[in-house]
């Protein structure tokens, strides 16, 4: 077994408002930096798989139908296969989400 750690704060670029990265992906789970700058959203989307939303630094809104969670460091929201959410940065936001994959 190979472990290679992944350093967070060297995988963003600082472009645009708006950037996303996947930092690891495997068969069985994944993982992806967000950043929201300047009041930047995420439009309503889903993920297929169950995925944890943990807020790295930044504030900002993590919207599932009619609810609102504030987003701050530390916070960390798990989310259900298929739940439609929206992020926005206030003014910004970065995010790591899991993905967790079945097993193949």
């Known amino acids: 077994m190979t472990i290679t750690p992944i350093r967070l704060g060297e995988a963003l670029r600082g472009e645009g408002d708006r950037e996303v990265r996947t930092v690891l992906a495997d068969e069985r ?3 992806v930096l967000i950043a ?8 309503a989307h889903h993920a297929i798989h169950p995925i944890t939303i943990h807020c790295l630094e930044g504030q900002g809104e993590l ?39 079945d097993k193949k």
Request: zero cysteines; a positive charge.
């Open 29 to 31: 789970r994944k993982l």
């Open 63 to 101: 919207r599932v139908g009619e609810e609102v969670f504030p987003m701050s460091p530390g916070v960390v929201v798990p989310l259900d296969a298929h739940v439609v959410h929206e992020v926005e940065g206030k003014p910004t936001l970065v995010l790591l989400v899991t993905m967790f994959r």
């Open 36 to 43: 929201l700058r300047a009041g930047a959203v995420l439009a």
